[in-house]
Every structure is written in structure tokens, then in C-alpha cells.
């Protein structure tokens, strides 16, 4: 599968942002799907994910009542509305897939299988 992420920019501290992630292929909703963001210097972490079927959600406590993830799988994408956005969110955003998760894995960037490019969010605080 083949993710191109997109809805990136630059947003004011409190603003609202949403990243869309659309899928190549006719399987998507195979795919478990996954949001990282890497800062500058720092290690890529997890922000949230979404099970296949979109039953599951997981999130980063960091993005806990500010991020949503979900999907619309008639559509091939993934999305991830930001509100209330900090400063320390300014990071670029990728979207990830795999097949195989367990519920225990989620939040690890290794076991996801395929990465879009990223979209870059920059914060003004």
C-alpha cells in the first residue's frame, strides 16, 4: 500500500489542523493505520492509531481530548483532526499501515510496515 499524507501548515497555539492520509489499493480496510510525528532532534513517537474496521482507538496521553483519529475506508483514508493544538505538537506528521498489529504494538513505529512521506505542522505559540 502506498499513503500520501496531506493538511499540514502553520497554525496559531489553539488553532485546529486535520491531516488526511489516502491509501492506494483495494485493500485498506486491512490495514491497521497509525499517526507518528517526529520533532527535531527527537525520536519519532506515537500520536494515535485506528484498528481496521475503526472499532479501536489509541492515543498518545500527550493528544488525549485534543487529536481524533478515523477513517473512512470507502474512501482510502485516514485522518487525524487536531484542535486545540500546542506549540510542542510543531513536529512532521506521518501516516503508517500493517496488516498485523496486536493491540500491544500499536503505539511502536517499528511494527508498522509502510510510512507516507510526511506532512510538516508547525505550531506559532
Known amino acids: 500500500v502506498q499513503l500520501q499524507a496531506s493538511g499540514g501548515g502553520l497554525v496559531q497555539a489553539g488553532g485546529s489542523l486535520r491531516l488526511s492520509c489516502a491509501a492506494s489499493g483495494r485493500t485498506f480496510s486491512s490495514y491497521h493505520m497509525g499517526w507518528f510525528r517526529q520533532a527535531p532532534g527527537k525520536e519519532r513517537e506515537f500520536v494515535a492509531a485506528?484498528?481496521?474496521?475503526?472499532?479501536?482507538?489509541y492515543y498518545a496521553d500527550s493528544v488525549l481530548g485534543r487529536f481524533t483519529i478515523s477513517r473512512d475506508n470507502a474512501k482510502n483514508t485516514v485522518y487525524l483532526q487536531m484542535n486545540s493544538l500546542k506549540f510542542e505538537d510543531t513536529a512532521v506528521y506521518y501516516c503508517?499501515?500493517?496488516?498485523?498489529?496486536?493491540?500491544?504494538?500499536?503505539?511502536?513505529?517499528?511494527?508498522?510496515?509502510?510510512w507516507g512521506q510526511g506532512t510538516q505542522v508547525t505550531v506559532s505559540s
Open positions: 485506528i484498528s481496521r474496521n475503526g472499532g479501536s482507538l
Open positions: 503508517a499501515a500493517d496488516k498485523n498489529i496486536i493491540v500491544s504494538s500499536y503505539r511502536n513505529p517499528y511494527e508498522y510496515d509502510y
